[in-house]
């Protein structure tokens, strides 16, 4: 309680605990796992389960007495202790009653999420909110009417009255723990398009970033903070990786872009300089790089056969991966790298790790559904870092390299965190994107929007063309697949976990669940239950996929210390999958011939290439071009199907399977083109009359943040 004389007056301690002695040692405390202590009514969700609580859970506490003073009852119904408990855990709040301000619904809201990682992440952020509600000049004023309750009158605008004294306390509150005002952005780009990457430069007023706008191919642009124009350099098709203490810029030639938000552009490494000149090469298939703080080394994520490697300095590995490496970072002491480790491509779930130059690594924060971006905190002792365990990353973090986190700034879209400077002021790229699906028929330019919620990937369509198999990431930290018509029928959702390949009798649906090492699954189209194959030690890459028969899959796996291979496997009943190429090798589309002995797949060199199921040598296309994506063979097993990825129009082509003949076959464009840069997927029906084409739509804008420590 808060005196007239502005004296604080703690009444009661309640289920209090000291997390630090004096010592800073972490203490034992009464709140442990599997403990529940508390009043009902008043607990969180993760109490009543007897999980670990922390501040957050008096945010939820907080929501619900706040609900409660704007509507004389609680928000979770139950006759009895049971069905209480039941409805908090489970249910969703009552609705809040019209006459409520929306502004005020949606604070009442977000300190009540369930996961305490989607609620106010401290009550600095809460009385923030509340601070530009009461602020607040415009909307319509709250009067509630008067209600009765056991017999007695309770007078709804007193209860507003008491809710706002409430907020005036928590925003005193919030000054008096917190003094620093939340941090402002000043953007700095303004077209249609998105950026792919961004630094400054030594003097901390230039900023140097590439982008690609209104369509045309991305380049490096330079401009100053104070200014809103940025002049191109002329690097077409380059992509920024970092500039170095002396001015110098690494970047990535002729970068093949990610195929969704997060996904780093792989290039040539050069060097140039940020004033302008020719780029000197210096190496293949290279996805990030860093300066060291000499300007002399750089630190590089590196592709090699498959396998992500961290170099430091270039050709001396750190650490290697079968997944990707991006946000590479070189301390500002250079006694040690940090990253993002993601363990599937073309997905941006993953770790925060660092790495001394004797090849230590430590995971400092892991588990989030995305991850994009990593930096050195100012000081240099800390990381900062955007991410997620569900949706977009949208709330930057700070971490200390012991894993004790902090919530600094949630957006209200997703970002990208591209540098930090010593001063505390940030790059961050703000972004809105989407993953859309549309089907389109041979001789029709018309196209049906099969896109469900805020992304849709398709994962197989039915030989006939009506079935569509696609993953739901929003539904789920595990993502969710799910069945529809392509006539836009109502979609059924089948079951945690990515979706890869529907079996040619289309009963199942080859899935790979996203944990730790990544497992794969059938899940039933009908009844039925799920089926999930045992885990040989693999690590699992993205288009996993059924053979015609039905009763075998194909896979690119890696095994500790090699690349991803193609492997076998019989999953009637389960046996031991076997390996039958070499390494480097990754899968896309229906690849599988239709007499099941040959298999389509991108090999070390970036090529698709024929390769026995046997095994033996694989036969090689030289018309087709490196980072040409499969789509499938023909019925007959005549003629391969492929398209150019990563840019629009789109071009596909037919490849004579004899002659090794290529010849453009048609393009695609989406109906609406803006900002539409990146064709994801296609997958045809079997007499490829029909298809379904993905493609994400991205557009960003960068803005300078300041006043943030």
């Given at each position: 309680?808060v005196?007239?004389?502005?004296?604080?007056?703690?009444?009661?301690?309640?289920?209090?605990?000291?997390?630090?002695?004096?010592?800073?040692?972490?203490?034992?405390?009464?709140?442990?796992?599997?403990?529940?202590l508390?009043?009902?009514?008043?607990m969180s969700?993760?109490?009543?389960?007897g999980?670990?609580?922390d501040?957050?859970?008096?945010?939820?506490?907080?929501?619900?007495?706040?609900?409660?003073?704007?509507?004389?009852?609680?928000?979770?119904?139950?006759?009895?202790?049971?069905?209480?408990?039941s409805?908090?855990?489970?249910?969703?709040?009552?609705?809040?009653p019209?006459?409520v301000?929306?502004?005020?619904?949606?604070i009442?809201?977000?300190?009540?999420e369930?996961n305490?990682?989607?609620?106010f992440?401290?009550?600095r952020?809460?009385?923030f909110?509340?601070?530009?509600?009461?602020g607040?000049t415009?909307?319509?004023?709250?009067?509630?009417?008067?209600?009765?309750?056991?017999?007695r009158?309770?007078?709804?605008?007193?209860?507003?009255?008491?809710?706002?004294?409430?907020?005036?306390?928590?925003?005193?509150?919030?000054?008096?723990?917190f003094?620093?005002?939340?941090?402002?952005?000043?953007?700095?780009?303004?077209?249609?398009?998105?950026?792919?990457?961004?630094?400054?430069?030594?003097d901390?007023?230039?900023?140097a970033?590439?982008?690609?706008?209104?369509?045309?191919p991305?380049?490096v642009?330079?401009?100053?903070?104070?200014?809103?124009d940025?002049?191109?350099?002329?690097l077409?098709?380059a992509?920024?990786?970092?500039?170095?203490?002396?001015?110098?810029m690494?970047?990535?030639?002729?970068?093949?872009?990610?195929a969704v938000?997060?996904?780093?552009?792989?290039?040539t490494?050069?060097?140039?300089?940020?004033s302008g000149?020719?780029?000197r090469?210096?190496?293949?298939?290279?996805?990030?790089a860093?300066?060291?703080?000499?300007?002399?080394?750089l630190?590089?994520?590196?592709?090699?056969?498959?396998?992500?490697?961290?170099e430091?300095?270039?050709?001396?590995?750190?650490?290697?991966?079968?997944?990707?490496?991006?946000?590479?970072?070189?301390s500002?002491?250079?006694d040690?790298i940090?990253?993002?480790?993601?363990?599937?491509?073309?997905?941006d779930?993953?770790s925060?790790?660092?790495?001394?130059?004797?090849?230590?690594?430590?995971?400092?924060?892991?588990g989030?559904?995305?991850?994009?971006g990593?930096?050195?905190?100012?000081?240099?002792?800390?990381l900062w870092?955007?991410g997620?365990?569900?949706?977009y990353?949208?709330?930057?973090?700070a971490?200390?390299?012991s894993?004790?986190?902090?919530?600094?700034?949630?957006?209200?879209?997703?970002?990208?965190?591209?540098?930090?400077?010593?001063?505390?002021?940030?790059?961050?790229?703000?972004?809105i994107?989407?993953?859309?699906?549309?089907?389109q028929?041979d001789?029709?330019?018309?196209q049906?929007?099969?896109?469900?919620?805020?992304?849709s990937?398709?994962?197989?369509?039915?030989?006939?063309?009506?079935?569509?198999?696609?993953?739901?990431?929003?539904l789920s930290?595990?993502?969710?697949?799910?069945l529809?018509?392509?006539?836009?029928?109502?979609v059924?959702?089948?079951?945690?976990?990515?979706?890869?390949?529907?079996s040619?009798?289309?009963?199942?649906?080859l899935?790979?669940?996203?944990?730790?090492?990544?497992?794969?699954?059938l899940?039933?189209?009908?009844?039925?239950?799920t089926?999930?194959?045992?885990?040989?030690?693999?690590?699992?890459?993205?288009?996993?996929?059924?053979?015609p028969d039905?009763?075998r899959i194909?896979?690119?796996?890696?095994?500790?210390?090699?690349?991803?291979?193609?492997?076998?496997?019989?999953?009637w009943?389960p046996?031991?999958?076997?390996?039958?190429?070499g390494?480097?090798?990754?899968?896309r589309g229906?690849?599988?011939s239709?007499d099941?002995?040959?298999?389509a797949?991108?090999?070390?060199?970036?090529?698709?290439?024929?390769?026995?199921?046997?095994?033996?040598?694989?036969?090689?296309?030289?018309?087709?071009?490196?980072?040409?994506?499969?789509?499938?063979?023909?019925?007959?097993?005549r003629?391969?199907?492929?398209?150019?990825?990563?840019?629009?129009?789109?071009?596909l082509?037919?490849?004579?399977?004899?002659?090794?003949?290529k010849?453009?076959?048609?393009?695609?464009?989406?109906?609406d083109?803006?900002?539409a840069?990146?064709?994801?997927?296609?997958?045809?029906?079997?007499?490829?009359?029909?298809?379904?084409?993905?493609f994400?739509?991205?557009?960003?804008?960068?803005?300078?943040?300041?006043?943030?420590h």
């Open positions: 309680m005196t007239r004389d502005g004296r604080a007056k703690i009444l009661d301690f309640g289920i209090a605990k000291v997390s630090q002695g004096a010592d800073g040692q972490e203490l034992s405390t009464l709140t442990h796992e599997g403990s529940v508390g009043t009902l009514g008043h969700p993760e109490q009543m389960r999980l670990p609580s501040h957050r859970s008096d945010i939820f506490s907080f929501g619900l007495l706040l609900y409660k003073m704007l509507t004389g009852r609680s928000p979770f119904a139950g006759k009895t202790a049971i069905e209480i408990v409805a908090m855990l489970r249910d969703e709040p009552q609705e809040l019209a006459e301000p929306p502004a005020l619904r949606q009442v809201s977000h300190c009540l369930k305490p990682e989607n609620r992440q401290s009550a952020d809460l009385a909110a509340l601070q530009t509600l009461s607040s415009t909307g319509s004023r709250f009067v509630a009417p008067a209600v009765r309750k056991k017999g009158l309770v007078a709804w605008p007193a209860v507003a009255a008491l809710a706002l004294a409430c907020a005036a306390a928590g925003i005193w509150l919030g000054k008096m723990l003094q620093q005002a939340p941090p402002s952005f000043t953007r700095l780009t303004f077209q249609r398009g998105f950026v792919t990457g961004a630094r400054f430069a030594p901390g007023r230039t900023v970033y590439s982008a690609t706008w209104d369509g045309a991305s380049d642009y330079l401009g100053r903070i104070e200014s809103p940025a002049r191109p350099l002329g077409t098709g992509h920024l990786f970092a500039i170095s203490s002396k001015g110098e690494a970047i990535g030639l002729d970068a093949i872009l990610g938000p997060g996904i780093p552009p792989r290039g490494l050069a060097r140039a300089p940020l000149g020719a780029p090469v210096l190496l293949a298939d290279v996805e990030d860093d300066w060291d703080p000499a300007g002399a080394e630190a590089v994520a590196h592709v090699v056969n498959g396998v992500a490697r961290l430091y300095p270039a050709g001396k590995v750190l650490y290697e991966t079968a997944g990707y490496i991006d946000s590479v970072r070189v500002p002491a250079g040690r940090a990253f993002a480790e993601h363990p599937l491509r073309n997905d779930r993953g925060v790790a660092v790495v001394d130059l004797h090849g230590r690594k430590t995971t400092v924060s892991s989030w559904e995305t991850l994009d990593v930096a050195w905190a100012p000081g240099g002792k800390d870092f955007v997620s365990t569900q949706g990353a949208d709330t930057l973090w971490t200390t390299l894993g004790h986190r902090r919530a600094l700034m949630r957006a209200p879209t997703g970002c990208f965190l591209r540098d930090v400077r010593s001063d505390g002021r940030a790059l961050v790229d703000s972004y994107s989407r993953n859309e699906i549309v089907w028929q001789g029709d330019s018309r049906r929007s099969l896109t469900w919620l805020t992304d990937f398709p994962n197989d369509l039915s030989p006939d063309g009506k079935t569509l198999v696609f993953t739901e990431p929003a930290s595990n993502y969710a697949v799910c529809r018509k392509t006539d836009g029928s109502a059924v959702r089948l079951g945690d976990g990515e979706g890869e390949s529907l040619a009798d289309g009963k199942w649906v899935t790979t669940l996203l944990t730790s090492p990544p497992q794969l699954l899940i039933p189209t009908g009844a039925g239950e089926v999930r194959l045992p885990q040989a030690g693999l690590s699992y890459q993205r288009f996993a996929q059924w053979f039905s009763r194909l896979f690119a796996a890696g095994e500790a210390g090699r690349g991803p291979r193609l492997w076998v496997q019989n999953v009943p046996d031991r999958p076997r390996a039958f190429t390494e480097g090798m990754s899968l229906n690849s599988v239709p099941g002995r040959m298999v797949a991108t090999g070390p060199g970036g090529r698709v290439a024929l390769y026995p199921v046997d095994g033996g040598q694989p036969r090689t296309f030289p018309a087709i071009e490196p980072g040409e994506q499969f789509i499938r063979w023909s019925a007959d097993g003629q391969l199907f492929l398209y150019t990825a990563y840019r629009m129009p789109a071009t082509y037919k490849v004579d399977a004899a002659s090794g003949l010849q453009k076959w048609r393009e695609f464009t989406p109906s083109p803006a900002g840069t990146t064709l994801y997927a296609v997958f045809l029906s079997a007499d490829t009359k029909a298809g379904v084409y993905s994400q739509r991205t557009e960003s804008s960068l803005k300078l943040m300041e006043g943030l």
